[in-house]
């Protein structure tokens, strides 16, 4: 198994031998375990030289950068195991083939609306009357094929969206109010914390696209487009509801986030050192968690999960094997 590591503090990361040392502003001293590393999350302001990221390409690990209003800035990605020209050319085609770009976006949606509608179906067993929500989802889905194009696609997929979020006031303890989806910069603590949880979730699927030899910038739910890594965000679709709004709900119902967890900076609503460091660290324990694997008889990590769709894609693109989106089962 494979690490995530935050780093927090202010500071200079090195590398020292044969591992990373980070020298915090204080002149304290912490060591990083690197030989099992996936990827460093920068989340402090970070200096860092040639050295380390030759290292650091060496070992094979990506680091992911935070900047300020704690969202994802980018990533220096080391570079890739495995580089297939095929894999590329092939991928390119299905996305310039207008039915088989459809296809794939569609399976993209149909996992993300699934997955928000096994959240909602979750709390509706637990004291809610969310059935009219979980009908408008399933009518959503199953239109899906509908569809005539990737504009009419997203319409629908942000029409499900909203219906999903519309439950989130009611689920959320006293003293949270949602009242909607507002980015650039995030409104209040639910807003702050759906940004910053749905980061975590892209870049990890940017790690987890290195893992193959699909190029991380051409896409098909999303328009590829300069200085991102688009197909991160068509593969992040199914996963949010599962690793960020559930990890949300768990630690805002348990009183582990409070309203002291955020601050207000330039009217925006941001996560404390403390409250990141407290979402992070349950973000991680989720990816850890393993769930017996339908197919592959065995206990997969969730983090593992989102490697395995990366693949599943690729075989798709390759070989045209049907691309079954990621949809929770258990």
């Given at each position: ?12 990361l090195e590398r020292h031998n044969d591992t990373i040392r980070l020298v915090t502003d204080e002149d304290e001293k912490k060591y990083l375990p690197i030989e099992n590393a996936e990827a460093l999350f920068l ?62 976006a569609r399976a993209f949606v149909a996992g993300s609306i699934h997955n928000m509608r096994a959240n909602v179906s979750y ?208």
């Amino acid at each position: 198994m494979n690490d995530n590591y935050h780093v927090f503090s202010d500071g200079r990361l090195e590398r020292h031998n044969d591992t990373i040392r980070l020298v915090t502003d204080e002149d304290e001293k912490k060591y990083l375990p690197i030989e099992n590393a996936e990827a460093l999350f920068l989340h402090g302001q970070i200096d860092y030289n040639t050295r380390l990221m030759s290292f650091l390409n060496d070992e094979g690990v990506a680091a992911h950068v935070f900047g300020w209003k704690d969202y994802y800035a980018g990533s220096v990605m080391p570079e890739r195991g495995q580089t297939s020209g095929q894999t590329l050319v092939e991928q390119v085609r299905s996305y310039d083939d207008p039915d088989a770009r459809l296809s794939i976006a569609r399976a993209f949606v149909a996992g993300s609306i699934h997955n928000m509608r096994a959240n909602v179906s979750y709390y509706h067993n637990r004291g809610h009357d969310f059935q009219s929500v979980i009908d408008e989802l399933a009518t959503i889905r199953e239109g899906l094929d509908e569809a005539a194009g990737i504009s009419e696609l997203m319409g629908m997929e942000a029409g499900a969206r909203r219906a999903y979020y519309s439950t989130f006031d009611a689920i959320l303890p006293d003293g949270f109010v949602f009242g909607g989806r507002r980015y650039n910069p995030p409104s209040n603590e639910v807003n702050s914390l759906i940004s910053f949880g749905n980061s975590l979730v892209y870049a990890n699927c940017v790690s987890a696209i290195r893992a193959t030899a699909l190029d991380p910038a051409v896409s098909y739910l999303h328009e590829p487009g300069d200085r991102r890594y688009s197909l991160a965000l068509d593969i992040a679709e199914p996963f949010k509801p599962v690793l960020a709004d559930r990890v949300i709900f768990r630690l805002l119902n348990r009183g582990q986030l409070t309203t002291d967890s955020f601050e207000t900076e330039l009217n925006a609503c941001l996560l404390t050192d403390a409250g990141r460091k407290t979402f992070s660290k349950a973000f991680e324990e989720t990816l850890d968690r393993t769930v017996e694997h339908p197919h592959l008889n065995r206990k997969v990590s969730y983090q593992y999960l989102l490697r395995i769709e990366a693949y599943k894609l690729k075989k798709h693109i390759l070989t045209g094997e049907p691309y079954e989106p990621f949809e929770r089962w258990w």
